[in-house]
């Protein structure tokens, strides 16, 4: 990555977000299909801003790729972003339009995938998931209506993204704020093409990501 402040950036100029609008219509009409043994409360990774607070009811996420089952007991935040560990879960079926618009992101290989959702006005806990000088995660986090303002803090101050994708820098505290009851983000973890993270972060940037503990 090259040493800048950039925190946040939009990628709506380098995706194909044509069929966005279908994304919001599908997720729709299948989310009240998928067993609930695949929907989970979210949890904020790492470090909440508010102690003691950890997550909100009604905030809630569906895990579309899943760790391989003789990785679920080793399961650590530095395995979001390698491919190796991860497979497709069956509740991925439930999203072939996302799936596709997925297929055509610009990663050379993915890891985790979530969609998060609320049904109602809710806030999701502003925090950062990690803080190693060493790692700064490539992702991408997806919004199929701006209803979710997804926001990164910088010195107090919250910087919104404008547009419907984005990259930020996950080691500052982030969040969202829901405007409207329906609201549902993607963020897909993993490894960029080596263009792609040129055209973000400059050239001779390198994928930066944390060792892989207690394996």
Same mark, same amino acid.
């Given at each position: 990555?090259?040493?800048? +402040?950039?925190?946040?950036i939009?990628?709506?100029? /380098? *995706?194909?977000?044509?069929?966005?609008?279908?994304?919001?219509?599908?997720f729709? @009409?299948?989310? @009240?299909?998928?067993?609930?043994?695949?929907?989970?409360?979210?949890?904020?990774?790492? /470090?909440?801003?508010?102690?003691?607070?950890?997550?909100?009811?009604?905030?809630?996420?569906? /895990?579309?790729?899943? *760790?391989?089952?003789?990785?679920?007991?080793?399961?650590?935040?530095?395995?979001?972003? +390698?491919?190796? =560990?991860?497979?497709?879960?069956?509740?991925?079926?439930?999203?072939?339009? *996302?799936? +596709?618009?997925?297929?055509?992101?610009?990663?050379?290989?993915?890891?985790?995938?979530?969609?998060?959702?609320?049904?109602?006005?809710?806030?999701?806990?502003?925090?950062?998931?990690?803080?190693?000088v060493?790692?700064?995660?490539?992702?991408?986090?997806?919004? !199929?209506?701006?209803?979710?303002?997804?926001?990164?803090?910088?010195?107090?101050?919250?910087?919104?993204?404008?547009? =419907?994708?984005?990259?930020?820098d996950?080691?500052?505290?982030?969040?969202?704020?829901?405007?409207?009851?329906?609201?549902?983000?993607?963020?897909?973890?993993?490894?960029?093409?080596?263009?792609?993270?040129?055209?973000?972060?400059?050239?001779? !940037?390198?994928?930066?990501?944390?060792?892989?503990?207690?394996?």
């Open positions: 990555m090259k040493e800048s +402040k950039e925190y946040l939009e990628l709506d100029e /380098y *995706l194909d977000l044509t069929e966005l609008e279908l994304v919001e219509k599908e729709a @009409n299948s989310v @009240n299909k998928v067993p609930k043994k695949y929907i989970n409360t979210f949890r904020a990774n790492g /470090y909440p801003l508010e102690k003691g607070v950890t997550h909100r009811d009604g905030v809630n996420t569906i /895990y579309l790729r899943d *760790l391989k089952p003789e990785y679920e007991k080793i399961d650590n935040y530095s395995m979001i972003d +390698k491919s190796i =560990y991860w497979e497709d879960f069956p509740v991925y079926d439930y999203f072939p339009i *996302l799936k +596709k618009l997925i297929s055509k992101t610009p990663f050379k290989d993915i890891g985790r995938i979530l969609i998060v959702y609320s049904k109602d006005i809710i806030d999701s806990i502003i925090h950062r998931d990690h803080i190693s060493e790692c700064c995660n490539e992702f991408i986090w997806l919004r !199929s209506n701006k209803n979710k303002r997804i926001f990164v803090m910088i010195n107090g101050e919250r910087i919104y993204i404008k547009g =419907y994708s984005c990259w930020f996950s080691r500052e505290f982030h969040g969202s704020e829901v405007t409207e009851k329906y609201s549902m983000g993607v963020r897909i973890d993993g490894e960029f093409t080596s263009d792609f993270r040129e055209k973000l972060f400059g050239k001779n !940037s390198k994928w930066k990501s944390l060792p892989i503990m207690d394996i």
